[in-house]
């Protein structure tokens, strides 16, 4: 005979099966997201360009540490508020206070240590990556092997806590200590007083996530600062896809070493520098931009950088054998207000070097630059207040739009309330972004040439004293240069800009004076007509005739300028230049109507020299002249 008894209950907590390991690895999720994001800003150099526009480090990180804290609050709130409607033990016997400490603890310890790693990844998908492997060992690991010393040898567990998330487990294995014994027995779970039980280590998880935090904050901001110094002269050297590498190799054709002898005293260059010697120091206070001998000389491990951007500061920096390369001889120059100056030069020559200078991103070898009075040696963070820079390459947010872009550095030039929404719509229109409504839609899904526009936009917003434009026409299309043209020269009046560009119709628009390098060294200054006369002394003659009628040609031009000299001879076709001394316009059309009678001349034609031929000519001048020493 059966008496009657109570019914057994199957006391089970999912919170409970599951235990700290689960927790753990929640708990970190966003760490992967957040690193990718600083480390994403960094690789696409969009870090780079926010300082170039004034955005100080201080401000950088205590507004995004902010931002992560906010969001990762949200996140926590959300997460125990869930814990605690589905009734998981670990949630209802513990206090929310004790939950609200330890998760606030360990919050700020993840965001100083994201900050810190973040210095050590180039790559965001890697950071993500090593992220995510580092959340599942933190737990699985923290099962294994925490539990096991808690059971032998707690003394070690004060070091295995000085990982993050090992502390982490250890505080969520007290909760899950606690809530199991509620579940199982008449024990209320975990109270402030049992913080101090025999065993109990949330205080130390505590202290130790405590004393990190600032520690983490200190080498983070330190390896920013090291890793920082590494990543812009990689940035300052890498090959850029579009144009000059001024960093690399680019006299290696007969320049390099030897050309450091080359000594060429232009007239217009001596006058220049004397004009800026005389300055005096209301001038100087008064000149956008004054160059003083600025001058710039790679290690050969420095100027060798690019990929392995770490290797060569190593090497620079163990005192590897260092012959060094001049990028940039005693530069001098000022740039008046209200003036639009070119940099011309091939490739290597040393226009980027020269902007990587003047907007802080390389330290100069020798000499010094004054904007708006300010020293580029000492007064950056003043500079970049009053700075605009287009870069050569596009270096924006792929899921912002072209208006939120603009919008965020019109707020770190100052701009506010309707005066920025006024500049936001001024630039958009300006760049022909209104069109079809392309300002409001993600840059990700932008043309190139829509990229550019943006760029050049950007790089006038919160009318800044100082501009710098690194090829800004590149990738566009010619309707959209020539809107582009228009931007720059109605921004032109009060403000001083640098030029670089690879094409002389855009420098013979927009710049005022031009100024030619070659291997590093300025050697030509001077308006564009001024700079086509002086050194354009010579005739272009083309004329294409019929087969068998070469020889003729030869001797027409012998007869026309004995000293001519062919630059183009194909198919029938020929190209010569002819000195202005030895000819004339109305002797080159009289001599080809007398010729007319003896060959077949299908096509002729003469002009002056153009910008781009003399550059050309005056580019091969000086590599020959180099070659020569």
Known sequence: MSFPKLALQLKLDF????????????????????LQQLVYEKEKRLRMIMKMHGLGD????????????????????????????????VFTTTPFSIQAVLFFIFGNNMLAFVFMISSFFSSSRTATVVAVLYIFASGLIGELLLRSLMQQDKSYMLVVQLV??????????????????AVFATFPGLKWSNLRDPGNGMLSVWVSLLAEWPLFIALGWY?????????????????????SDDCGSGAANGGGGVAIGLKIQAYDVAAEADRVAAMDEQQLLNTPIVVRGLAKTFSNARAGLGRDAG???????????????????????????????????????????????????????????????????TRMTDIYRMMGVCPQENLLWEQLTGEEHLMFYGRIKGLTGKELT??????????????NNAGKRRVGAYSGGMKRRLSVAISFMGNPQVVYLDEPSTGLDPASRRALWDVVREHK???????????????????????????????CIGNPREI??????????????????EDAVRALVARMSPSARVTYSLGGTFKYELPAEEVSFSAVFREVAAAKAEMQVLDWGVTNATLEEVFIKFARQIGVETRDQ
């Not at 804290?69 to 508020?81: A, D, E, G, Q, T």
């Not at 869930?82 to 998981?88: A, E, H, P, V």
């Not at 001083?496 to 300025?522: K, N, Y």
Request: proline fraction near 3%.
């Open 15 to 34: 919170s409970v099966i599951l235990g700290p390991l689960f927790y753990t690895w929640v708990v970190q999720m966003l760490l992967p997201s957040l």
């Open 58 to 89: 201080g401000a950088y990180w205590l507004v995004t540490y902010l931002w992560y804290l906010m969001v990762y609050i949200v996140y926590m709130v959300f997460f125990v508020v869930f814990g605690t409607l589905i009734r998981l033990k």
């Open 164 to 181: 993050p998330g090992f502390a982490l487990y250890r505080g969520l294995f007290e909760f899950s200590e606690y809530s199991t014994r």
């Open 223 to 243: 390896f920013e600062q090291a890793a920082g110094s590494v990543d812009t002269l990689t940035y300052a050297c890498a090959p850029a896809e579009s144009s």
């Open 311 to 377: 290797a060569g500061w190593l090497a620079g920096c163990c005192g590897g054998r260092q012959r060094g390369r001049v990028a940039v001889r005693s530069l001098t120059l000022a740039i008046e207000r209200g003036e639009c100056f070119g940099l011309l030069g091939p490739n290597g020559a040393g226009k980027t070097t020269t902007i990587n200078m003047l907007t802080g991103f390389l330290e100069p070898s020798a000499g010094d630059a004054l904007v708006e009075g300010r020293s580029i040696r």
């Open 422 to 435: 006024a500049a936001v719509e001024a630039a958009i229109k300006s760049v022909k972004l209104h069109v």
């Open 493 to 523: 009046a009060g403000r001083a800009i640098i030029l670089t560009t690879h094409s002389m119709e855009e420098a013979e628009i927009l710049c005022d004076r031009l100024g030619i390098f070659v291997d590093g060294q300025l050697v």
């Open 532 to 549: 086509t006369s002086r050194y354009a002394d010579y005739l272009v003659f083309t004329i294409t005739v019929g087969p068998g009628h």
